[in-house]
């Protein structure tokens, strides 16, 4: 059975289920798997600035599959070559996250016919986003792994489907099996956007020990954080956090980014950790969602387990209305 809902109109795909654009770790290959599968794969140019790897991956994304695929930058950082590279593929779906979308939505509107995706995180993003003619809205909760605002995703999730309506709304932020979809599907979401759950899978581009560690991890380890970024010097603006596994260099820095910020020393450290994939000093991106990872498996297994825990989970609810 396939569960239908606006975005699975929208794009012609078999299951409500998006993998976001994970800058770096989402690329053709596990974009291309969850495509193939039925869900909407997305490539993760993040920043941009990286045109030799977001060529190789977006030319695997359109060899490996014939279904619909996106792709996804962050617009605080992108630069117009990195959009114009992107749309020469010809994504079925853009998708646009962190700062503002206005110029750059632009350009996929009038240079492309893919669908426009903005991911945000409370409702003055969503009012901008739908200003700027955005297609769908990802209404992402801080429980999110990686970078996010304050806003938790079960009051955010409906408010920003009751303001945007009839553009459809997609949650994002701590979802990592079948209920947790179910539970998008009824806040009023035409679909959930998986990330952390995703990272876990075989075909993620991660650093040795990054699975193994969202595997073992609990969504208690988690929290967000300005500290890494400031360490690597990152560039990201105030208002967004990333929410990581805790590590040493985190513990060491917490509430003392101040400090940190102007400590030449402490920065040389943490390149020299991040030389080495020291994962008690770089970041593991991970949502609040890892409670619920215990396996790495491919991307094609996730993406059935999803949705046949989804209609478990709908039917449980189903049963409970016929108990009366
Ligand atoms: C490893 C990782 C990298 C991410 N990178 C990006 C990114 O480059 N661009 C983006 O829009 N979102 C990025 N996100 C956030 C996702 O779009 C999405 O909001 C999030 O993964 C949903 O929460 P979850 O991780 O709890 O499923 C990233 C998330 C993770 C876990």
């Given at each position: 059975m396939t569960l239908t809902t606006a975005l699975t109109e929208l794009l012609g795909l078999e299951h409500p289920l998006v993998l976001p654009p994970m800058g770096g770790t989402a690329g053709g290959a596990l974009a291309a798997a969850v495509s193939r599968a039925g869900g909407l794969g997305m490539v993760g140019g993040g920043r941009g600035g990286a045109p030799d790897w977001l060529r190789r991956e977006l030319a695997l994304v359109r060899a490996e599959t014939s279904r619909p695929w996106g792709v996804g930058f962050l617009s605080w950082a992108i630069?117009?070559?990195?959009?114009?590279?992107?749309?020469?593929?010809?994504?079925?779906?853009?998708m646009l996250s962190f700062g503002d979308p206005v110029p750059h939505a632009e350009r996929v509107r009038r240079e492309s016919d893919a669908l426009l995706i903005v991911q945000v995180t409370d409702l003055a993003e969503a009012r901008r986003a739908l200003d700027a003619g955005a297609d769908v809205l990802v209404a992402q909760g801080t429980e999110a792994g990686g970078h996010g605002g304050r806003r938790a995703a079960l009051p955010l999730v409906p408010a920003v489907a009751d303001l945007a309506a009839p553009v459809p709304v997609l949650a994002a932020g701590g979802i990592a099996d079948g209920r947790g979809v179910a539970a998008a599907l009824a806040l009023g979401a035409a679909g959930a956007v998986i990330g952390t759950r995703f990272q876990a899978s075989c075909e993620a581009l991660t650093a040795p020990g990054v699975g193994a560690a969202l595997v073992r991890a609990s969504g208690d380890e988690t929290e967000r954080s300005r500290v890494l970024d400031i360490a690597r010097e990152a560039g990201w603006p105030e208002r967004y956090t990333a929410r990581t596994l805790r590590n040493g260099y985190l513990d060491r820095w917490r509430a003392r980014e101040d400090e940190l910020r102007g400590d030449a020393a402490?920065?040389?450290?943490?390149?020299?950790?991040?030389?080495?994939?020291?994962?008690?000093?770089?970041?593991?991106?991970?949502?609040?969602?890892?409670?619920?990872?215990?396996?790495?498996?491919?991307?094609?297994?996730?993406v059935s387990a999803l949705a046949a825990e989804t209609e478990a989970a709908l039917d449980r609810l189903a049963r409970l209305r016929g108990a009366r």
């Open positions: 630069g117009p070559e990195d959009l114009a590279c992107a749309l020469e593929y010809e994504p079925a779906a853009v402490a920065k040389a450290a943490y390149r020299e950790a991040a030389g080495r994939h020291d994962l008690d000093v770089v970041p593991v991106w991970a949502g609040e969602g890892v409670d619920l990872i215990t396996d790495l498996r491919a991307a094609a297994e996730l």
